[in-house]
């Protein structure tokens, strides 16, 4: 499955796909790293990610909105939000707009691979 | 505007220690917790969000580049330029303020944060009497900045 990371700190990023790469989700591959929401609106388009790690407070495009516009541009698109806004409301609301996951910053390289392999469990 | 209670202070103090635990799986030595002046002495690399909303002031992570570059090689970044010492001392900020509002609510809006290099910018942007958290971790120190208050 195609997985796009977005978070505007280069050490999420980074660390989300050593994650992938080194073999610990099988079966995911990464096709792009966005550094906020509009730039993951267009690496979306010319690469059709399947799965996306998203991050909600970022400039240019903040996750909330970068959701609602994946989600209209993919419909299948199953997105894990992954942020330090550890409230449940937060949660709550990112699901309602149709991520179907959430991890709490600060996270484990094990809570990052258990969410993302219940999410592609569920595609 | 109202001054934070002792149990909102707390959180902070909490947040630092979740923050190093999880990621570092090695727990800070939180060596003081106090009301600071604007005569604040912070280190090299600055992280620093904003609130707004139900909320007023910043947050403030304050730490030397040996400390950054561990919790980098720690996590097996091999840039550790200056520019990804700032990224980590700003996503360190983020993290401690977006995890606020599990205590202070969701009325709590955060900002994307600032990063400042050199210990100066610190003194510019600390008000009158900050909250200031002491840590040391790996033998290195660090400080953290809670100056905020809650709206009426």
Redesign the interface.
């Known amino acids: 499955m195609r997985l796009m990371v977005v978070d505007?700190?280069?050490?999420?990023r980074?660390?989300i796909s050593?994650v992938v790469q080194n073999g610990g989700v099988a079966g995911i591959s990464l096709v792009g790293l966005a550094r906020n929401g509009a730039e993951a609106v267009r690496i979306a388009r010319a690469t059709r990610p399947e799965v996306v790690t998203m991050d909600l407070?970022?400039?240019e495009m903040d996750g909330v909105q970068c959701v609602a516009e994946l989600i209209r541009m993919l419909p299948e698109v199953h997105i894990l939000v992954v942020?330090?806004?550890?409230?449940k409301?937060?949660a709550i609301a990112a699901l309602k707009l149709g991520a179907r996951g959430f991890v709490?910053?600060?996270?484990?390289d094990d809570e990052l691979k258990l969410a993302l392999l219940n999410l592609m469990e569920a595609h | 505007m109202d001054a934070l209670t002792e149990v909102e202070l707390k959180q902070f103090v909490d947040s630092v220690r979740?923050?190093f635990s999880?990621?570092t799986k090695q727990d800070p030595q939180i060596t003081s917790a106090f009301l600071g002046t604007r005569d604040v002495q912070g280190h090299e690399f600055n992280g620093l969000v904003s609130f707004s909303g139900s909320y007023n002031g910043h947050v403030m992570v304050s730490m030397p580049a040996p400390m950054l570059r561990e919790l980098?090689l720690m996590?097996?970044?091999t840039d550790l330029s200056d520019p990804?010492l700032l990224?980590?001392v700003?996503?360190i900020a983020?993290?401690?303020?977006?995890?606020a509002?599990?205590t202070l609510?969701?009325g709590l809006e955060?900002?994307?944060p600032v990063t400042l290099q050199g210990a100066a910018g610190i003194q510019a942007r600390v008000r009158q009497r900050p909250y200031v958290i002491t840590l040391r971790w790996n033998h290195q120190p660090a400080l953290v900045f809670v100056d905020m208050e809650r709206r009426r």
């Open positions: 505007d700190s280069n050490m999420i980074t660390r050593r407070t970022m400039p942020s330090a806004l550890s409230d409301s937060t709490s910053k600060p996270f484990t | 979740r923050y999880v990621i980098l996590q097996h970044e990804h990224d980590a700003g996503e983020n993290t401690l303020a977006g995890n509002r599990k609510g969701a955060i900002s994307v």
